[in-house]
Structures are given as structure tokens and as C-alpha cells.
């Protein structure tokens, strides 16, 4: 048997595209154990990557969350309970049902329960409840609360509730031992209550960084996202060192009086199965105009009308040229229909046309997209590929199959009605903004554990300063690079710690933002698919645009671009001389501005 840790939590940053999930996950491995989870407080950024890494090396994923649970309704903003905004408690998703389950709770956590934290209620755990396994949590649970309070019996009637709301095989109570005292007390009454109710004990060990030697690293991570000093004595902190991937033998030495809970704690591992499905395009619906069958006949009626405008009517072409030309149109559109993509054509055309009939400056286009003749005739961009000679298997090809790629500029004041429009077409519910993360450059994390260790700023600064300007640079790089920067680091002791903490923390995500130009469209509700957070008052993907483009959703770039801000005002004052004036009137050989260009 191998011992699974089910209490995993990512403030060392066990997040997408992080070194800490394979770092966690090949630690997992080297203790032999056969599974690994990640619960994190709220949310559940990294699950996509901690699912890939995890499967990669023959270590079964369990995915979970510690959810924050409100003392009464969600909805309240007012505390009770001694003050309680809210208690932890474990899911685990058993099966594809639980995990489905999982991201609509924690969507709900934002996006309607959030104060403080992302808190659900207990008629959200009673209406999704299926597929998933709960563990009583930590200290900061709500039955271990009452426990260090005094009341046994209060304690006992929630246990009976949660018991209740999941099945008898699928509540546990949670033994930790960290060292802390209230833990001592807290596993006495658990076993107690054990005994009475007839409910299954698990053992788990709270995991917040990887090694043993890793929790003063930790401790500095705590500090700065909270904005404290190592030094102040009121702050948050993990006391003891006690919060590292413990091995099978280090966990039956906690609990020796507790043999049953330390095997229950795999078997539960072992019932956690979830498939994530990769490649498979979930592209949604386009409700054709009335008086076409099908969204190919449309598109195809798209084109043979931008044929005739464009190519046609501009008389640049011969006979010939323009039977070709029209080949290679039908040639794209059967490439676009047997890669299943003629849904999302209509769906770009759709909101390109919105913009280009509500006076809302789109770009011409850019990127591969400019290489297809469909794109063109359709309208959604506007460079003739056959002029300029430009590729379509750059945008498509049927050997490397992956999603289309549109990079479409808007208006930077007007790119917000754009999205609008989509949500107002599609449904709230089928559009959601992507989250992307900050994440601690070197010189940064260098300035940050400086401040938080107390280091004087003018050595900090000094020795941030050594680190080159460079695209990616790391620590560990500049050390290679800079004979300076390795002596101080190899001659003073405080500059070797500094640095050697720095590096510790160097690419972790510093905060969740929004990405600049990512919105996801899907044909049944968002949360279907990823759970949700927010930020501000936007609705956000907790997965990057990586993981989102992986598990086959669809995935728009609305990039706001100020220089087309720009030429539109530009147009408009124009306009009051000469009213007729279009950009496209412009020369694009016009002699003074490739003068203008060389000075």
C-alpha cells in the first residue's frame, strides 16, 4: 500500500506551467506513492497541468478543492458563529460526475457567494454533492472549530449533517497532526465521534510546499503576498515546519493509534478517478439566417458573394486567374468542413461583421488568418491573399490539426461592445474572459524577499541591478553570467541568502490578472467545462488560455489596439474637409511616406 496526501495545497505555487507541479509530482514519485492530489483554498488553478504532469509519471490524479464554506446563506454579508466568515472543508471528485460537480461549486463560490473568500453554502453542497468525497478539513473546519470550542455536541449534529448530505461511505473525519496542540484535542474527539456515528476516520498531512526545507521559503512567500515583514509578530504563518510531502513511514509514525484512518486514506485516493478529455473541439452552434439548411450552405453563400465583390468586381484579375483563384476558395472550404471548423468561421464572421456594421473599427487582419481566401471573401479580413501571395496552410492545415488562429484587432475604445455582443449572442453563461498570472521576474522576487527579510534597500538594490535586462533572464542564469553578482554570492553570507530564497520563489505566479485580449465562447454553459472566478466585476476562466485551448474550447483573441483608435479619429477629422474620404483611398506606394519612413 502507498500512502496518498490528500490535503495539497498551491501557495507554492502548483500552478499552470509552474516547475513546482513537476517538482511536487516527482517528489510524490520518489516516495512511492501511486497518487497525488491538489486541493487548493477556493479555487482550482493548476488542475489541467497537475492532471498532465501527474498521468505523465504514472501517478494517479485526485483533484479537489478546499472550499470555504458560509456560516448560513451565501448571500449573507453579515458574521455569526463567533465570528466566523467562513469554514474549510474538503471535496474530492470521485468520478467525471464529482469533478463536474467541483467546478460548479467553486463558480458559484465567486461568482455569487464571495465575501472575503469564494464561500458556497450548504444548498450548494446539498445540490452538487454527487460523484464527490468530503473530508472534515483542517483546524479551520467547521467541526474542529466547535471541537476547540467546547462543544462536543454541536460538533456531532454537523458531522451528522455532512454525513447526510454526502452517504455514509462518502464523509470522513480528518486527522492531521502538525505539532499544534489543538490538533491533539481535536483527534481525541474525532476518534470519539468516530466510534459513535459510525463515520470513517482518514489521515492526511496539510502540504503547502514540497520539502522539508523548504518552509522558510514558504514562510517568505507568506509574507510578501500578504504584504508583511519575516519580523512582525501578528501575520500569517505555518508554524513548525511540519507542511512538506511527508512519506508512508513518516505518516504511520504520527498516528499509530489511528492504523484503519492511514489505509483509509488511500482507498480513498484509489476510488478517485477522473478522465479529462484533450483535442475533442467543443465549438458552439451558429444559428444560420433564415432560409439556409445548413451553416455551410451559408458560409458558402458568404463566399460566392465576397468572390463576385472582390475579386470579380475589381477587375485585377484574368479569366483563368479567377477560375483558380475560385478553386482554391472551394478547396478551402472543404478543408474547413472536414476539420469541423465551418462553425467557428461563422462565429468570427459573426461578431467581424457586428463591428464593420456598427461603425466599430476592426483591423484588416493579421497572422495566418490573412493567408485564406474564405477570410477574405467573407469579409473577416481584408488582404487579398492571391496579391500578396500569402499561404492558407499557415491557417489550416489538415496534417497538423489544431484550431484556427485569428488574431483580430478592434477599436480600443469600442473592443468592450464587441464582447457585449458576444454575450448578448451567445449567453452570460457561454462567455467568459480568461485569467492569465504575473508572475516574479528575477529582479522582482530579488526586491520582494529583500524587503521581507529586512535587508538594507541599497544592497538589495545593488544587487537586483546585476541581473541583465533580458527576456526570461533567471537568477541562476545571471549568476553564470555576472562574475559580480557571483562573488557577492559566493563572499556574503546575507546576498547568498537573499538570492538563494529568490530563486526559490522566482516564476511564481505573483497575482491573478485578466488576459489583455482572451475570451472563451462554449455551446453549454462556461462552467460545464472550467470552473469560474472573478476579477473586478468580470467573469474569468480559473485555466489559462493554454489549458482551455487543450481541452478543445473555443478561444477568441479581442485585442484592444489604440493606433486603430487612432486612425478612426484621425478619419473623422479628415472627414470635415474632405466627407468622402475612406483609409482604403490611401496609396500604399505613395513615394513621401517611404521618404518620410527612410529619414
Not at 115 to 127: A, N, S, W
Not at 242 to 247: A, D, E, M, P, T
Not at 538 to 561: C, H, I, P, S, W
Not at 568 to 589: G, L, R
Request: negative net charge.
Amino acid at each position: 500500500m502507498s500512502f496518498c496526501h490528500l490535503h495539497t495545497h498551491t501557495e507554492y505555487s502548483l500552478l499552470d506551467g509552474s516547475n513546482k507541479i513537476k517538482e511536487y509530482v516527482k517528489r510524490v514519485k520518489e516516495l512511492g506513492m501511486n497518487s497525488a492530489a491538489i486541493t487548493d483554498h477556493g479555487n482550482m488553478y493548476g488542475v489541467v497541468e497537475f492532471y498532465k504532469t501527474a498521468k505523465a509519471n504514472d501517478i494517479n490524479p485526485v483533484i479537489g478543492c478546499e472550499v470555504y464554506v458560509a456560516p448560513n446563506s451565501r448571500f449573507d454579508r453579515e458574521t455569526s458563529h463567533g465570528d466566523d466568515r467562513y469554514y474549510h472543508l474538503i471535496l474530492l471528485a470521485e468520478n467525471n460526475t464529482g469533478y463536474a460537480n467541483l467546478m460548479k461549486i467553486v463558480s458559484i463560490g465567486f461568482t455569487e457567494g464571495y465575501y472575503y473568500r469564494p464561500r458556497v453554502d450548504f444548498e450548494t453542497l446539498e445540490r452538487y454533492h454527487e460523484g464527490l468525497i468530503c473530508l472534515s478539513a483542517c483546524l479551520a473546519g467547521e467541526i474542529p472549530r466547535y471541537i476547540v470550542r467546547g462543544f462536543y455536541d454541536e460538533a456531532k449534529e454537523i458531522a451528522r449533517k455532512y454525513q447526510d448530505c454526502f452517504g455514509k461511505d462518502n464523509f470522513f473525519l480528518e486527522l492531521q497532526d502538525h505539532g499544534i496542540d489543538d490538533q491533539k484535542l481535536v483527534n481525541q474527539q474525532l476518534l470519539r465521534m468516530s466510534k459513535e456515528l459510525e463515520i470513517g476516520l482518514v489521515c492526511t498531512n496539510d502540504v503547502h510546499y514540497t520539502y522539508e526545507s523548504d518552509a522558510e521559503a514558504h514562510d517568505v512567500l507568506l509574507c510578501i503576498q500578504t504584504g508583511k515583514k519575516v519580523s512582525d509578530e501578528d501575520r500569517m504563518r505555518y508554524d513548525g515546519g511540519q507542511f512538506f510531502v511527508k512519506s508512508e513511514e513518516q505518516m504511520r509514525a504520527l498516528f499509530p493509534y489511528a492504523i484503519e484512518a492511514i489505509e483509509n486514506t488511500q482507498k480513498i485516493a484509489d476510488r478517485c478517478n477522473v478522465t479529462l478529455e484533450f483535442g475533442n473541439y467543443k465549438i458552439p452552434k451558429y444559428e444560420v439566417p433564415e432560409g439556409y439548411d445548413s451553416a455551410e450552405a451559408f458560409l458558402t453563400e458568404l463566399c460566392e458573394k465576397g468572390f463576385r465583390e472582390k475579386y470579380i468586381g475589381c477587375g485585377e484579375y484574368s479569366a483563368d486567374e479567377l477560375k483558380k483563384i475560385h478553386a482554391d476558395m472551394d478547396y478551402e472550404l472543404g478543408i474547413i468542413k472536414t476539420m469541423g471548423f465551418i462553425e467557428y468561421i461563422l462565429i468570427v464572421w459573426d461578431y467581424i461583421n457586428w463591428c464593420r456594421t456598427h461603425d466599430c473599427w476592426v483591423g484588416p487582419g493579421r497572422g495566418s488568418a490573412a493567408g485564406s481566401r474564405v477570410c477574405y471573401c467573407t469579409g473577416i479580413t481584408d488582404i487579398d491573399p492571391v496579391k500578396y501571395i500569402l499561404l492558407f496552410e499557415r491557417f489550416l492545415n489538415p496534417e497538423r490539426v489544431s484550431m484556427p488562429d485569428f488574431d483580430v484587432d478592434f477599436c480600443k475604445e469600442r473592443r468592450g461592445e464587441v464582447i457585449d455582443y458576444v454575450v448578448r449572442k451567445y449567453g452570460e453563461d457561454h462567455v467568459a474572459q480568461i485569467i492569465s498570472f504575473g508572475t516574479m521576474a528575477a529582479r522582482g522576487a530579488i526586491r520582494d524577499v529583500g524587503r521581507v527579510l529586512e535587508i538594507p534597500y541599497a544592497a538589495v538594490d545593488s544587487v537586483a541591478k546585476l541581473v541583465p535586462m533580458e527576456h526570461d533572464m533567471t537568477i541562476e542564469d545571471a549568476l553564470k553570467l555576472n562574475p559580480d553578482l557571483r562573488s557577492r554570492y559566493n563572499n556574503d553570507p546575507q546576498i547568498k541568502k537573499l538570492l538563494d530564497v529568490a530563486m526559490s520563489i522566482e516564476g511564481m505566479p505573483r497575482h491573478a490578472t485578466m488576459h489583455a485580449a482572451g475570451v472563451v465562447i462554449t455551446d453549454k454553459p462556461v462552467s460545464d467545462y472550467v470552473p469560474l472566478s472573478k476579477n473586478d466585476d468580470n467573469v474569468v476562466t480559473q485555466f489559462t488560455m493554454t489549458a482551455l485551448e487543450e481541452l478543445g474550447l473555443l478561444k477568441m483573441d479581442f485585442l484592444g489596439l489604440r493606433n486603430l483608435t487612432v486612425i478612426n479619429d484621425a478619419e473623422k477629422q479628415i472627414k470635415h474637409k474632405n466627407p468622402d474620404y475612406t483609409p482604403d483611398m490611401v496609396d500604399e506606394n505613395d513615394k513621401k511616406v517611404f521618404e518620410m519612413f527612410s529619414k
